[in-house]
């Protein structure tokens, strides 16, 4: 594949990862205002954990990225295990959930004590934050993958950054017009899940063209 290809493919698959991830957000809301009973404890530990994951993951992977021989490579590997939690979410969320029922009933704890409601809070926490974290090092890998320079790297992060976010807006809509009211939140989570492992699939190919093509060179 020449350059421009590859960064067509590449554009094509940061605007699906940042779809998928509004996608997440949306079904992730609708998840933990069941749990919680309250929309604005789900919206506040929601957007605190997708920040704060984010963040962690962009310092973690980033300097891993640095040191990788394959950039492109450990791309499709975040995408994959993203694809593979998100995939497997509504069933942790059903574990976590009996977990807490359990917890709260040996301890005899009161339904509307302040315990409860931390223990609430930590177990929401706890099940976004390793997908989150992943999620956060997809565009900083992606940025060493297609950058040679300090100049490159500026310009390729404002426009990763911006094929990102605009596939999060339309995730967003796709999400909470579309897939949710009509697929259900299972299936919604699933589908998602099943994008990113194919965004993951893309990312291998291109990363074993992109290590044949220099062994031919050599």
């Not at 698959?13 to 609708?30: D, E, H, M, N, R």
């Not at 917890?103 to 704890?109: E, N, W």
């Not at 992943?134 to 940025?143: A, D, E, S």
């Not at 995730?171 to 994008?195: D, E, K």
Request: hydrophobic share 55%.
């Amino acid at each position: 594949l020449s350059k421009q290809t590859t960064y067509g493919v590449i554009a094509v698959l940061f605007i699906l990862s940042g779809a998928t991830g509004l996608i997440y957000q949306v079904a992730w809301f609708k998840y933990l205002s069941l749990f919680l009973g309250n929309t604005t404890y789900a919206q506040t530990i929601l957007l605190a954990t997708f920040m704060g994951g984010l963040a962690i993951g962009a310092s973690l992977w980033g300097r891993r990225a640095d040191r990788t021989k394959s950039p492109i490579l450990l791309y499709g590997a975040l995408e994959f295990f993203i694809g593979i939690y998100c995939i497997l979410y509504p069933w942790i969320m059903g574990v976590a959930k009996n977990v807490f029922v359990v917890s709260v009933h040996a301890l005899q704890l009161p339904s509307d004590g302040t315990a409860v409601l931390l223990i609430k809070l930590a177990v929401s926490i706890l099940t976004l934050l390793l997908p989150t974290i992943l999620m956060g090092g997809t565009l900083p890998v992606l940025v060493r993958f297609i950058s040679h320079s300090v100049e490159e790297s500026g310009r390729n992060v404002a426009t990763l950054y911006f094929l990102n976010s605009f596939g999060a807006v339309v995730g967003s809509l796709l999400g909470g017009f579309f897939l949710v009211p009509m697929a259900g939140l299972r299936a919604t989570v699933i589908s998602a899940g099943i994008v990113n492992i194919l965004i993951a699939a893309v990312a291998f190919v291109l990363g074993k063209r992109r290590r044949f093509s220099l062994s031919v060179d050599e």
